[in-house]
């Protein structure tokens, strides 16, 4: 599987690297500025050619980039509308500069102007966005936790926005697995993920499916609540997240940890925990193998 963390900027691209390659990460995930607003880096050509050098060098792809939390484009007030399809466009011209695979989004909240309204919004931004720009960066639409009035929580959702978009063959979807879990769907069970993908399949389509964000949750089933955990020490469990791994249709799916953490070892130690859950299930089939 490849597999991979949300990785800071904060000590520069190059280091953002080195860090992925100490956790021998196959995969990464960045943000290319603050999430939380203010003005982004200026990066100058020869860094961004180093840094896709030595990514690439190191063997990390898919490059996931994350949008900031601050683009709401869904928003139903005509000015944050404008101000956040600015930001989308320069955030998806820098995911290009990046050399990146994916540029991750949030698709909003609609703020009580209703759900098809808000789905609507988030279709023209995405369009308008990827009109007249060219890149090789996909969009992926991320499922949400469905707390407040965000959009996303259900796949119907999802699959709507993506057909409304001019150039769909441009934009896929990022699973989130704490988010899945705290909007209702029950990937805790064996039975309840197997109906999540079919779900999955049966809306959006699987093939459409490029990335997921392997997170336990903190937050109980179906509260609505979006809470990050460790994985294995949540209320989605080891076991679940074992099946998760292993299931044929997710298997192949490059996975990203967005995990807690203070010090690189919080990483270390989730990434070995998946890892572990990946390989013991190698290791029983080839047994498996011998023994009949
Ligand atoms: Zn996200
Ligand atoms: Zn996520």
Redesign the pocket.
């Known amino acids: 599987m490849r597999l991979g963390v949300h990785v800071p900027i904060a000590g520069g691209l190059l280091e953002a690297v080195a860090r992925a390659k100490r956790l021998d990460c196959t995969t990464m995930q960045i943000f290319s500025r603050s999430p939380r607003g203010g003005p982004a880096p200026k990066w100058p050509a020869e860094l961004l050619e180093r840094f896709d050098a030595e990514r690439r060098a190191a063997g990390i792809e898919p490059l996931a980039i994350h949008g900031p939390y601050i683009i709401n484009l869904a928003s139903p007030d005509a000015f944050t509308w404008k101000r956040s399809v600015a930001l989308y466009r320069d955030e998806y011209a820098r995911a290009t500069a990046l050399k990146a695979d994916y540029l991750v989004t949030h698709v909003g909240s609609h703020r009580g102007e209703g759900e098809e309204a808000g789905m609507r919004r988030v279709a023209d931004a995405v369009s308008r966005t990827l009109d007249g720009l060219e890149s090789g960066v996909t969009i992926l639409l991320?499922n949400t936790a469905g707390s407040g009035q965000g959009l996303g929580y259900r796949f119907e959702q999802l699959a709507e926005i993506r057909e409304a978009v001019t150039d769909r063959r441009r934009v896929g979807v990022?699973l989130?697995t704490a988010?899945l879990f705290a909007a209702g769907y029950a990937i805790h069970t064996g039975a309840g993920l197997d109906d999540a993908v079919a779900s999955f399949d049966r809306t959006v389509g699987l093939k459409h499916l490029k990335l997921i964000?392997l997170?336990d949750s903190k937050a109980p089933f179906d509260s609505r609540v979006d809470r990050h955990w460790h994985v294995g020490q949540g209320h989605i469990g080891l076991d679940a997240f074992k099946r998760l791994v292993n299931h044929p249709a997710l298997k192949d799916v490059p996975c990203i940890l967005?995990t807690p953490k203070s010090a690189e070892a919080d990483d270390h130690r989730n990434l070995s925990t998946v890892r572990k859950l990946a390989h013991g299930a190698k290791s029983a089939r080839r047994l498996n193998t011998v023994c009949v």
């Open positions: 991320e990022c989130d988010h964000h997170n967005e």
